[in-house]
């Protein structure tokens, strides 16, 4: 499977207070997908406990290089090869001073001169230390050496004081880390950088009365995993969702716009829409709603109760009508057997450059579970196929598809096929 992100993380944790959100970093590398493995100085262990850390990355914490109780040995170049990234937050003033001059005293610094992938240092310490001449010399030389360096935030500080030293929040360290050019031999994942994508997600609810509303089963996994796929790619995401059980990584390359009904996505989305690159439309929108809500509970009586529906609008087919040239759609269908003429219908109709087909008659697939089956139908007619697969896994491809279509590989290759 092409991953447009590395796979297995490293987390160097070193004493200090920033320790504590090294927990939320650990959790959010695991959500996204990644295999993590915690590698720790002893001094950390002052700040968060390793069991922690154990228990959010689901595999035991790095300490010493050896057991002393049985001779048990952590090997720090096995460790150095097994990582595509080592991520050091936080990293204090003492550690990076050790990196720097090649200080091997204990198991995170072994396994940073040890390591083959890309380091990524998160540095954390008091505005005064940060700005002394030493940490910026140190600083200097470490980004020589080929650590890529992920600048404190200023802010409150635990002396009391107020300036830059806070180590980046986790959202976004990963955020860097997973957008790295470093990894595209890894995943050989186009880059969106520079581009602008609107996501819809979830389903919208249509109001009846105060109480009662009308809504479907969406839950927003899909959305929130192509969103997370486009920004780890580069892309800045406008993720316009309905009420949802699932929304993506809190990255500031994400900004989240909530709306209940189908009017209010449709308003939000015509808003965005002219300054965008793309567009993925995933969202479960109600095709109808009430014609009046009424303002009160509508109380219960025997027998039956009447509603009138009206349409609501076709957020893709708005979109589609106002699309640009250079400007790419990417629609869903939904359907409950093989749907591929009403797929191409709809992308046509809908001026999609490619639908994405997925079906209920899969029970492992379409809503409510972590796993979806789809077709990806093109505007030249092609027919991919995907097997069964994670939603995360059909988010990244999708991302791709959207990135190949923004560099004109998929017109490309239909001229290439009509050469033949």
């Not at 107020?162 to 880390?177: F, T």
């Not at 093989?338 to 450059?353: P, Q, S, V, W, Y």
């Amino acid at each position: 499977m092409v991953m447009p992100y590395p796979k297995h993380i490293l987390i160097g944790v070193t004493g200090g207070i920033a320790a504590y959100k090294t927990a939320t970093l650990v959790r959010l590398f695991v959500k996204s997908g990644c295999e993590v493995r915690v590698v720790m100085t002893p001094t950390a262990k002052q700040f968060i406990t390793p069991l922690t850390l154990a228990t959010l990355s689901q595999h035991p914490v790095y300490i010493d290089g050896f057991d002393p109780e049985n001779g048990a040995w952590n090997s720090h170049i096995a460790l150095g090869e097994w990582a595509d990234a080592f991520v050091v937050a936080p990293a204090t003033a003492n550690t990076i001073a050790k990196m720097v001059h090649g200080v091997a005293d204990n198991l995170l610094l072994t396994t940073y001169l040890s390591m083959r992938g890309k380091t990524f240092v998160a540095p954390a310490m008091d505005c005064e230390m940060y700005k002394h001449p030493a940490s910026q010399e140190n600083l200097a030389k470490l980004a020589q050496l080929g650590a890529v360096l992920i600048d404190p935030a200023e802010g409150f500080l635990a002396s009391g004081l107020e300036g830059k030293g806070r180590m980046a929040e986790p959202e976004d360290i990963l955020h860097v880390v997973l957008n790295h050019g470093a990894f595209s031999a890894l995943g050989e994942a186009p880059s969106l950088q520079g581009h602008r994508i609107l996501v819809t997600a979830g389903p919208t609810r249509e109001d009846i009365d105060p109480v009662r509303f009308i809504s479907n089963h969406s839950s927003g996994r899909m959305g929130a995993a192509i969103a997370n796929a486009l920004a780890f790619m580069g892309a800045s995401v406008e993720y316009v969702a309905g009420p949802s059980e699932f929304y993506p990584l809190s990255l500031h390359a994400i900004k989240r716009h909530d709306v209940v009904s189908a009017i209010e996505m449709a308003d939000i989305c015509q808003r965005l829409w002219p300054d965008m690159s793309a567009a993925v439309m995933a969202a479960a929108v109600a095709d109808y709603r009430p014609a009046a809500r009424s303002e009160h509970k509508i109380p219960h009586r025997e027998g039956t109760l009447e509603l009138t529906l009206v349409s609501n609008p076709d957020i893709a087919r708005l979109l589609g009508g106002q699309k640009r040239a250079e400007q790419k759609l990417v629609g869903f269908a939904l359907e409950t057997g093989t749907g591929l003429e009403n797929g191409f219908r709809k992308l046509h109709a809908k001026n999609m450059d490619v639908c994405v087909l997925n079906t209920l008659a899969d029970p492992d697939a379409g809503f409510c579970t972590p796993t979806n089956r789809a077709t990806f139908l093109y505007a030249d007619g092609r027919v991919e196929e995907r097997p069964l697969e994670q939603k995360s896994a059909l988010g990244a491809a999708i991302a791709e598809s959207v990135a190949k279509l923004l560099r004109g590989e998929t017109r490309d290759a239909k001229n290439e096929e009509s050469k033949a």
